[in-house]
């Protein structure tokens, strides 16, 4: 199993970016998928995540109506889109994946995915 993130890059305050998780050996619509962040100094935290069970998509509370996850099984590719962007997304950007079903409380903790891609750099600056 392998995920490749990209997309990543600088980007100005109120900008938009799309993150893009290639992944091989899984297969997205039997995988719980998230996206999490890691700002320096700060602990991994969950950005967004699509249950592998029935589909649903939660978001961080702070993040909604801004970024949009989505995916394509065909592709096998898992999307952040990240839009409004402030300074506060600086981060490295993580996408990861998990076969065994996760619910909804445990989609935040990053301990319960298997498997990770290796981060994207996204910094949000003027």
């Known amino acids: 199993v392998q995920l490749q993130a990209s997309g990543g890059g600088l980007v100005q305050p109120g900008g938009s970016l799309r993150l893009t998780c290639a992944t091989s050996?899984?297969?997205?619509?039997?995988?719980?998928t998230g996206w999490f962040r890691q700002a320096p100094g700060k602990e991994r935290e969950g950005v967004s995540c699509?249950?592998?069970?029935?589909?649903?998509?939660f978001y961080a509370d702070s993040l909604k109506g801004r970024f949009t996850i989505s995916k394509d099984n065909a592709k096998k590719t898992v999307y952040l889109q990240m839009n409004h962007l402030k300074p506060d997304d600086t981060a490295v950007y993580y996408c990861?994946?998990?076969?065994?079903?996760?619910?909804?409380?445990?989609?935040?903790?990053?301990?319960?995915?298997?498997?990770w891609g290796q981060g994207t750099q996204v910094t949000v600056s003027s």
């Open positions: 699509i249950t592998n069970d029935d589909g649903m998509i």
């Open positions: 050996g899984v297969t997205p619509d039997h995988y719980a």
């Open positions: 990861a994946a998990e076969p065994g079903r996760l619910i909804a409380s445990q989609m935040w903790d990053a301990k319960n995915f298997r498997y």
